[in-house]
C-alpha cells in the first residue's frame, strides 16, 4: 500500500515540477532552466546522502550493463520535453499525454523483458486499460 501512495506523491510533484520549470524557462532559457533544475536536484540527493546513506559514491559504476547510468542524461531530456509540452499544451493535456506514453512504454518493456526487467505476458485487461486512457485523452480534447 505504501507503493500506491509513493506514486501518488511522485505524480503530483511532478506535474508541480513541471509547471514550475516552465515558469523558470519564461526567465531564462530552456537549456539554463534545466540545467539549474538538474544542479538543484544534485544539491538534494548529496545532502540525502550526507545525512542518510554515506556508502561509496563509486559504487554506482559497478551496474551491468553500463548504458544504465545514461538515466541522468534522460532525465534532462525530460525536463526539457516536460518544459516544451506545458508551455504549448498547458499542464493538464501534456500531463496526460505524459502519463500514457509512460504507460505505453511501461508495458511494452515488460511485455518483452527490456533492460533486465522481468518478462510479463501479453493480457487483455492491460491493453484495455491502455484503450481506455487514450480515449480519456480523446475525451478530454474533445471540443
Known amino acids: 500500500m505504501i507503493g500506491f501512495f509513493i506514486a501518488l506523491i511522485s505524480g503530483a510533484l511532478m506535474s508541480v515540477q513541471g509547471v514550475f520549470n516552465t515558469q523558470v524557462t519564461k526567465s531564462s532559457t530552456i537549456w539554463t532552466a534545466n540545467a539549474f533544475v538538474q544542479f538543484t536536484a544534485l544539491l538534494v540527493c548529496l545532502g540525502a546522502w550526507l545525512f542518510t546513506d554515506r556508502s561509496s559514491p563509486t559504487q554506482v559504476f559497478q551496474v551491468q550493463p553500463k548504458y544504465m547510468l545514461l538515466g541522468g542524461a534522460i532525465g534532462a531530456f525530460i525536463t ?8 504549448s499544451l ?21 511485455l ?11 493480457e487483455w485487461r492491460k491493453a484495455l486499460g491502455m484503450a481506455v486512457a487514450i480515449a480519456g485523452i480523446v475525451i478530454f480534447k474533445w471540443k
Open 80 to 87: 526539457y520535453t516536460v518544459i516544451k509540452s506545458m508551455d
Open 90 to 110: 498547458g499542464p493538464a493535456k501534456a500531463v496526460m499525454l505524459i502519463v500514457v506514453a509512460q504507460l505505453a512504454v511501461a508495458y511494452l518493456i515488460e
Open 112 to 122: 518483452f523483458g527490456w533492460f533486465g526487467v522481468e518478462k510479463q505476458p501479453w
